[in-house]
């Protein structure tokens, strides 16, 4: 975790994404990038997956979180606030480390901070809302950065980005690159060839993905 922390307190949005994030405008949200162990797997990230029946975002993985509220005094207010309401998460068991950059997604105007924190007392979680969330599950870190499973998706819009295929999850969008620029941050990374394409299936319900994965040759930190 060290070398993860130092480099995450001077991380800039540039290091995530080449979009910039407006001055100014787009609803502020907040999601939990949460990092735990266990002794059987070691290092993981908490990963939930939307249900197939939403509008937007229908089966796609991602980090708790969502749109801050009023009465939310700040951005780990609202990522530990729906962690609790998307996965039961107790907001006691968990330790914030650092808030990342702001990030700009377009298709949606959400202006996202990734709050990253340590599990330091995990527990069982489950989906709270199953028409919300179908699935809540433990990533191991080995597993992410195994190149056997580095893959890159297209979108039928025609972007491309990278993507984790884990334990019958495709990880794609903004959350992988989320994930992809802190594994190399962390200096967890282990090289992997590119090659491998996944197409996205043409619905509605999956948008165009932004921040942290705009670019088909988008180089990552090191």
């Known amino acids: 975790m060290a070398p993860l922390l130092a480099r995450v307190g001077t991380a800039r949005a540039e290091d995530f994404t080449r979009l910039v994030t407006p001055e100014s405008g787009g609803r502020e949200s907040a999601v939990l990038v949460l990092l735990g162990e266990q002794a059987e797997t070691g290092p993981d990230v908490l990963i939930l997956q939307r249900a197939a029946t939403l509008r937007t975002h229908a089966g796609q993985p991602a ?26 998460l107790d907001p006691g068991s968990v330790t914030v480390l650092a808030e990342l950059p702001k990030l700009w997604i377009p298709v949606s105007d959400f202006v996202v901070t990734p709050v990253l924190a340590w599990w330091h007392a ?37 972007w491309v980005g990278p993507a984790f295929a884990v334990r019958g999850m495709l990880v794609w969008g903004f959350t992988a690159g989320v994930l992809s620029t802190l594994l190399d941050l962390g ?4 090289p992997w060839e ?5 197409d996205l299936p043409p619905t509605g319900a999956t948008p165009a993905p932004s921040a942290g994965t705009d670019e088909v040759d988008e180089t990552p930190v090191r």
Do not use: K
Request: charged share 30%; hydrophobic share 40%; with cysteine.
């Open 63 to 88: 980090f708790p979180g969502g749109a801050a509220d009023p009465e939310d005094a700040d951005a780990r207010a609202t990522a530990l606030r729906e962690a609790n309401e998307e996965v039961d």
């Open 122 to 158: 995990p527990h069982p979680v489950r989906p709270c809302e199953p028409a919300e969330v179908a699935h809540v599950a433990r990533l191991p870190i080995a597993e992410l950065v195994d190149p056997v499973n580095r893959v890159r998706v297209r979108h039928p819009s025609g």
């Open 194 to 198: 590119p090659g491998r394409l996944v």
């Open 187 to 190: 200096g967890w990374s282990r």
